[in-house]
């Protein structure tokens, strides 16, 4: 692959940017744009590492959309994961510009979107992969279903002037699906007669050898744990695995127990897989967590979020002692139907750790050679096939962390793929593909993260809990600005306070900056209209809070004050 020394006109040429997703598992989000006409596919969020406290969310840098938002002729989702998903609610203010997903998908967005007053309506478009095929300016998209660990799983097939590129999205091959929707294999063969310029396949998995096991055999797996457990049964995983609570819902009513959802987000999901006909719970099997107490512990499944040890979910707090409707203790069976997100580790171990002091018998994936979870992610055979069945020049891998993407980059040279035709991408970098070459420029777009904090999303004690939290561990840092009152300008330099985040003498550097920041901000032209103070002072709480991050990779709890006299 060569590198171009001169910027492209543009004619011609189709670019495709990583705005997320690669270089991390995480916030996938990709621009594809052909002269005056762009589309999106997928808006993803990613969640914090342990020490940004504070914050909730990562979301994609759309600053290279800023001065394009005009050509966006459309958003397409591959399915309803929080990582393709999940910066819906933040970053589609800012896009005015449909959404084509297939149906469970659209219910998922629009179940997230309602718990988001401020988001402007979305226009969302229920699409039929199996027919459909639309025009959005120079791009006609067609979709293929996939199998994954959720429903109405599509990859993306984009016709485009220079040529057809396909986006897998996330996929595997499995036989026997919970949901018996099996990778489309013999669209993906048809395509792949008619030929592909490029294939962008999910890269997840690309250093295990083989095919992913079945779905099915959880089950069996299920089957021998209810059967054994004397008490009750608690089984943790996301919220959007739905094929996965089908499958404790099956397991349940085959044992005769009831069984109750815990936690929000998986509520919210549930009610819209059951609403949509996704997900089938046999009348009267449901009952609510509130009502527990009602049945013998042997008569109950309890579902719940928390697998991933995060502090506020339902499962952390049951291991916490602080469940209301819950109290774990000896009999009880725990059940992690999910493999850990790299980086979450060192919390669920806590977590676990305090299921076992309260004496509770927690079984992990694989523990005695069992099966609680399996990847919704292709092995090497199946990236193989992938790759055969579309036969494309190029092979561009995606969805992974760099050595996943040098890996089935290699996977793909294996198979007799040149490697100048097997591009390896990090965010921001652009893919200019043209009628026959596909280049990766030498220039970036700018890209990062936003940091979303929630505040006023969740209920109160949640948020009491984490600002704690925060103030505890990364201390806090106040900013005090004094405003006349008609003019809006700062009479004084702004006062900055801060307590157990840094000793100010020795930052004073890093203080003043803060300050010239927050100075940069305030600065008014004559006449101009007085601003909205109430957001004036969020602008400044998340310019300062971003400002203190980058420079001290910290994140304090920062307030500021407008004093108007
Ligand atoms: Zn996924
Ligand atoms: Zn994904």
Not at 62 to 68: G, W
Not at 253 to 280: D, M, P, Q, T
Not at 418 to 440: H, R, S, Y
Not at 453 to 458: A, E, T, Y
Request: proline residues 5%.
């Amino acid at each position: 692959m060569q590198s171009s020394k001169k910027p492209s006109s543009g004619k011609g040429v189709l670019k495709i940017i990583p705005l997320g997703g690669l270089g991390e598992v995480g916030k996938n989000m990709t621009v594809y744009e052909y002269e005056d006409d762009i589309i999106i596919i997928d808006i993803g969020f990613n969640f914090p590492d342990g020490d940004m406290l504070g914050i909730d969310y990562l979301i994609p840098d759309i600053s290279y959309l800023q001065d394009k938002k005009d050509k966006i002729r459309g958003v397409l989702i591959t399915h309803g994961h929080e990582d393709h998903v999940g910066g819906i609610p933040y970053i589609m203010n800012q896009i005015n510009a449909p959404i084509y997903a297939p149906k469970l998908t659209c219910g998922l967005i629009e179940a997230k979107a309602s718990e988001h007053p401020h988001l402007r309506h979305l226009k969302l478009n229920v699409i039929d992969p199996d027919k459909d095929k639309i025009k959005l300016g120079a791009f006609e998209v067609e979709w293929f279903r996939v199998t994954h660990s959720i429903p109405d799983a599509v990859g993306i097939v984009l016709n485009t002037p220079v040529g057809r590129v396909v986006y897998t999205g996330d996929f595997r091959f499995d036989h026997s699906p919970v949901d018996g929707k099996k990778t489309d294999i013999s669209k993906l063969s048809k395509l792949g007669d008619e030929g592909v310029l490029a294939l962008l396949s999910d890269s997840t998995n690309s250093e295990i050898p083989g095919f992913s096991i079945s779905e099915k055999t959880i089950a069996d797996t299920f089957d021998s744990i209810f059967e054994k457990a004397k008490g009750r049964i608690i089984v943790a995983s996301f919220a959007s695995q739905i094929n996965r609570i089908q499958l404790v819902i099956n397991a349940a009513n085959k044992h005769h127990r009831k069984i109750a959802f815990s936690g929000r987000s998986l509520l919210r999901n549930i009610e819209v897989a059951v609403r949509l006909g996704y997900l089938k719970i046999p009348q009267g099997l449901a009952i609510k967590v509130q009502d527990i107490g009602n049945y013998p512990a042997n008569k109950v499944v309890v579902m719940s979020t928390g697998s991933q040890g995060e502090a506020m979910a339902a499962l952390s707090r049951m291991a916490r002692g602080e469940h209301k409707q819950i109290k774990i203790g000896k009999g009880d069976t725990v059940v992690y139907s999910s493999s850990p997100i790299p980086g979450n580790e060192s919390a669920i171990t806590a977590v676990v750790d305090d299921l076992f002091r309260r004496g509770a018998e927690v079984i992990f994936d694989e523990k005695n050679g069992s099966r609680t979870h399996v990847t919704g992610h292709p092995g090497q055979e199946e990236l193989k096939l992938m790759m055969e069945l579309l036969r494309p020049k190029y092979l561009v891998p995606w969805h992974g962390e760099i050595h996943h993407l040098i890996h089935h980059a290699q996977l793909a040279q294996s198979i007799g793929i040149p490697e100048e035709n097997t591009p390896i991408l990090d965010i921001g970098d652009v893919l200019e593909i043209t009628k026959d070459k596909a280049i990766k420029s030498d220039k970036k777009v700018q890209n990062g993260v936003v940091l979303v904090d929630g505040l006023g999303i969740g209920d109160v004690g949640e948020i009491v809990l984490r600002d704690r939290k925060v103030m505890a561990t990364e201390g806090m840092f106040i900013v005090i600005c004094t405003v006349d009152k008609k003019t809006g300008r700062l009479l004084t330099s702004p006062d900055i306070i801060s307590r157990g985040f840094i000793y100010m003498r020795e930052n004073e550097q890093l203080v003043n900056n803060a300050r010239g920041e927050v100075k940069k901000m305030m600065i008014r032209r004559d006449g101009e209209p007085l601003p909205d103070w109430t957001k004036m002072k969020l602008k400044i709480r998340d310019h300062v809070s971003q400002y203190l991050y980058s420079h001290t990779k910290r994140s304090p709890m920062v307030i500021s004050v407008i004093i108007e006299v």
